[in-house]
């Protein structure tokens, strides 16, 4: 395989290979002061009290601690991450481990200290190379129709499998109580893994758990993202074409066919039904934004401005508009369009944005700005979070160095980004938080970029 000479615009994100143009336009417009606002993290429902036993051991195989130990853990992990749930301390429990319904004595777990309104309990085994486990929801309010829901689950015993059925279980659990909001523990962040002087696109479990590399290319491949249906990966990667737009099949391991085109092609997006590609390309002399179908043909150019326009993201619940960002007034700005290119309207009025990502239910942006950006200017590059019907925003990080490429998550209660404490691109590792901007936490050491967050 030809490997692409090494240039320094190979080793960057395309807003740092652009920054030098950048410059050399105009100051920002002047920033209003905006008045803040509340996102929902909750889908309406929140702070339920909920208990999470450790499950009891139903066999003697020497492998069933370790496994469940592994389930118990993962279970308690993906409820506490789950946004809705006041999580009881486990020190607060009743010494009885309860294992099936007949063993749970449930008004002890709804009388203080556990105060509980619901419990998640069961039992656990491995027999012949099988982990079998029977999980249970009670409402403790209820004492006379108390179970909620009953699930049993039945794998490989590997210690993958416990962490898998801990987020099937848990998955169940979020959806029954948010109101019949899916839960995001069976969902996967895919990110660009810095390896030397190649970038490569790495999976990983939406808690970070199981990362692994998905392309072997030997080159710098950016943003990934993946279709609605979860087959499909799309980036851009460098060869000897410079940079295009490519393919990976999740479903059959390998790179299947984009087709290419002149020009610098950059950031896809995919149309909620999974039949459009949006993306970057230079092929008409000046980066625009170009929609094709998945397989790179039917190509049609949807702006026509001088200044770069970048970074396309379809609105996931009409598919009717895109929001990207511009240099056609200066600094990059963030904007909405129809996806036929009509009904333009700017978004920020100042600063330096980057990095659009569409809120599940249309009505919210997410994005990185550096609000007062010059040099010497406060503040820095942060997350932000923009209702797109009053153009109001909030501000979800602050100082804590460059912020940047936030994706939503698929329940629309999180947000994964990436983050440099001290601003070098090489040490940037992925956080996430809820979309309010609290339980900040880190799910990647350094070298971790670009994350976007599965559909489902």
Not at 197 to 210: C, F, H, P, S
Not at 289 to 299: H, P
Not at 377 to 397: F, N, S
Request: hydrophobic residues 35%.
């Amino acid at each position: 395989m030809h490997r692409p000479k090494r240039t320094p615009v190979s080793r960057h994100s395309y807003w740092h290979n652009i920054v030098a143009l950048l410059f050399l336009l105009a100051c920002a417009f002047a920033l209003q002061a905006q008045e803040g606002f509340k996102t929902e993290t909750s889908s309406g429902v929140s702070n339920i009290r909920i208990a999470v036993a450790d499950f009891k051991p139903a066999s003697a195989d020497p492998q069933t601690s370790a496994f469940k130990h592994t389930f118990d853990a993962t279970l308690y992990a993906d409820l506490a991450n789950a946004g809705i749930f006041d999580i009881v301390s486990k020190s607060l429990l009743p010494e009885s481990t309860p294992g099936a319904p007949a063993e749970i004595r449930i008004q002890q777990w709804a009388d203080a200290p556990t105060s509980a309104a619901m419990v998640a309990f069961g039992n656990f085994s491995v027999q012949g190379n099988r982990i079998t486990c029977n999980g249970f929801l009670f409402d403790a309010k209820n004492l006379q129709y108390p179970q909620v829901l009953a699930k049993q689950y039945n794998e490989d015993a590997t210690d993958d499998s416990a962490r898998q059925i801990a987020h099937r279980f848990a998955d169940e659990i979020i959806f029954r109580l948010s109101g019949g909001s899916q839960g995001i523990a069976e969902s996967k962040i895919y990110y660009v893994k810095l390896t030397g002087a190649d970038k490569e696109i790495w999976q990983m479990d939406y808690d970070g758990a199981n990362q692994h590399p998905l392309t072997h290319l030997g080159t710098v491949s950016l943003s990934p993202r993946i279709s609605p249906d979860n087959s499909r990966l799309a980036f851009s990667s460098l060869g000897r074409d410079g940079f295009q737009i490519r393919m990976f099949s999740l479903v059959l391991n390998r790179m299947v066919n984009f087709s290419a085109t002149g020009g610098t092609n950059l950031s896809p997006a995919w149309s909620p039904n999974g039949k459009d590609i949006a993306y970057s390309s230079s092929r008409s002399g000046d980066p625009e934004i170009w929609i094709s179908d998945t397989n790179g043909g039917t190509s049609r150019r949807v702006t026509s401005f001088r200044g770069p326009d970048v970074s396309p993201v379809f609105n996931p619940r009409t598919g009717s508009q895109i929001a990207w960002i511009s240099g056609r007034t200066n600094l990059p700005q963030l904007y909405v369009m129809d996806v036929d290119g009509s009904n333009i309207q700017r978004m920020t009025d100042g600063g330096y944005a980057t990095s659009p990502s569409w809120s599940p239910n249309g009505q919210f942006l997410t994005f990185a700005w550096d609000r007062k950006y010059g040099p010497g200017a406060p503040g820095g590059q942060d997350i932000y979070v923009m209702e797109i019907a009053t153009k109001r925003w909030i501000q979800l990080t602050h100082d804590g160095g460059r912020c940047d490429f936030p994706s939503w998550s698929p329940d629309g209660r999180h947000i994964v980004y990436a983050n440099s404490p001290d601003g070098k691109a090489t040490h940037m590792k992925i956080m996430t938080m809820l979309a309010d901007g609290t339980q900040k936490h880190e799910l990647t050491g350094a070298g971790a970029d670009m994350p976007n967050w599965s559909w489902k």
